[in-house]
Nanobody, 115 residues
Framework: QVQLVESGGGSVQPGGSLRLLCASS????????MGWYRQSPGNPREMVAT???????QYADSVKGRFTVSRDNAKRTFTLQMTGLKPEDTAVYYC?????????WGQGTQVTVSS
């Protein structure tokens, strides 16, 4: 089992920034595709951004130009840099780590964007 721990969530005003961090326990971190997903009340969990083991990113249309994903394989960490935050970004954000055989999830971290 891979353990994933998210941190960096909090409350911020519209237009503000937050940096979310996902730390993995896996010695094989470098071969996992990584992703950030979010879920708000009454809505299904949605993909925010992914970053493959080869460093290829994908972003939801709603966050393109505002969010950036990166990974540090030596530190086994995965980061979501969020700028220009909007109230609709409010959600619990989850880290995901995946290979074809397995998929793992973190516990989630709350992001709240409000005045």
């Amino acid at each position: 089992q891979v353990q994933l721990v998210e941190s960096g969530g909090g409350s911020v005003q519209p237009g503000g920034s937050l940096r979310l961090l996902c730390a993995s326990s896996s010695a094989a971190f470098r071969v996992y595709d990584m992703g950030w997903y979010r879920q708000s009340p009454g809505n299904p969990r949605e993909m925010v951004a992914t970053l493959s083991q080869y460093g290829i990113p994908q972003y939801a249309d709603s966050v393109k130009g505002r969010f950036t994903v990166s990974r540090d394989n030596a530190k086994r960490t995965f980061t979501l840099q969020m700028t220009g935050l909007k109230p609709e970004d409010t959600a619990v954000y989850y880290c995901n780590s995946r290979v074809p055989q397995f998929s793992y999830w973190g516990q989630g971290t709350q992001v709240t964007v409000s005045s």
